[in-house]
């Protein structure tokens, strides 16, 4: 063995190594714009079919991408023109009721003398001393608190301008995208490679229609109801009851326990009003499991139940929301490739 060599392996194992750390920076670096990008695309591929429909009877496709993603957007800027007033309307309420406290100045007595009457063996005085000094050490802390919150806000602003505008990107490019990773597959296999890739995105953007159309049927039926029972905030709640049920698993559960516990109010709401709520609910995710979800569903991919609950919960481990609600269609996608490409494969082994 001459002498360079092992320098030489030893020299390009450590140019591998850098440029292994160098391209995970990269990628954490951009994190933030990937996931816009992920995103972006997932809603695509979800208003896909949508476009497709559209073309197939004969519109522009330029028409139908535009009819597609205003339709979208139109929903969503709508869930947002009902829940912000109502959600201003409760902050403005208890920003007056606090500021009457404060300017009334019989807010600390009144204050003191219930946790005095409630918890006789509390030492009022020296808790009221204790939070004052901790609000003077921690004041910092606090305003740089808000000051992230305000900043996350317009991130999340900015983000959201991204993706819509993304959005419309890959929603009017979709085919010469495809096109492109067609190109780059061997002649030979190329066919084969286009089936699958059609069948993976077609479940994907089948998959989001059919949460979609789960998500209006749970609001609707969610608005006409609390409204019948005088439940509060019916608009909200039942914007609450779409977007749980966008959620795989454990969307319509949360939704239906936070309806409840709203109904439960003092002032607004009452226990006969959330114990009916509570039926409804227990009655209704028992149809939509068995009843309105296989038949939305039905063009969807099938995917067994316990690799759903896995892919779940990884997709939420690992990206949070977002991950969740495309880690279905990734399974989906994989199922297809272990039925149609894995297993004939063994079988002519």
């Known amino acids: 063995m001459k002498i360079h060599n092992p320098f030489r392996l030893a020299l390009v194992a450590t140019l591998g190594v850098g440029l292994g750390i160098v391209i995970l920076q990269s990628v954490m670096t951009l994190s933030t714009i990937l996931l816009y990008i992920g995103t972006a695309l997932f809603i695509a591929l979800g208003l896909d079919p949508v ?156 998959y989001v229609m059919g949460q979609i159309t789960l998500g209006l049927i749970n609001g609707v039926l969610s608005m006409i109801f609390l409204n019948i029972i005088d439940a509060p905030f019916p608009a909200v709640l039942a914007v609450l009851a779409f977007l749980g049920s966008l959620i795989p698993l454990v969307g319509s559960i949360s939704a239906s326990t936070i309806i409840v516990l709203v109904c439960l109010i003092p ?51 690992l990206l949070g929301l977002l991950g969740a609600l495309i880690a279905i269609p990734i399974a989906a996608g994989i199922m297809i490739v272990y039925r149609q490409v894995l297993i004939p494969k063994m079988n002519a082994l």
Do not use: C
Request: overall charge neutral; cysteine-free.
């Open 267 to 317: 002032g607004t709401g009452s226990t006969t009003t959330a114990i009916i709520a509570l039926i409804y609910y227990l009655i209704y995710m028992q149809i939509e499991a068995y009843v309105i979800s296989p038949r939305v569903m039905s063009r969807a991919v099938a995917v067994p139940g316990g690799v759903v609950v896995v892919a779940a919960l990884a997709g939420g481990a």
């Open 51 to 206: 476009v497709s429909w559209l073309t197939r009877h004969r519109m522009p496709r330029w028409a139908a991408v535009l009819i597609a993603v205003v339709g979208a957007v139109a929903l969503f800027g709508g869930i947002l023109m009902i829940v912000l007033p109502t959600l201003i309307e409760q902050v403005s309420q208890l920003v007056r009721r606090i500021t009457f406290l404060v300017n009334n100045g019989s807010w600390q007595t009144e204050t003191v003398t219930w946790l005095e009457t409630t918890f006789p063996t509390l030492q009022v005085d020296v808790l009221f001393d204790r939070l004052n000094s901790w609000l003077l050490d921690n004041v910092d802390t606090i305003s740089e608190s808000v000051v992230g919150l305000t900043i996350g806000v317009a991130q999340g602003l900015f983000g959201a301008f991204m993706v819509v505008i993304l959005t419309i990107y890959f929603t009017a490019s979709i085919p010469s995208l495809k096109s492109a990773v067609y190109k780059i597959v061997p002649a030979s296999k190329r066919e084969g490679f286009i089936g699958l890739a059609d069948q993976i995105t077609d479940s994907v953007g089948y």
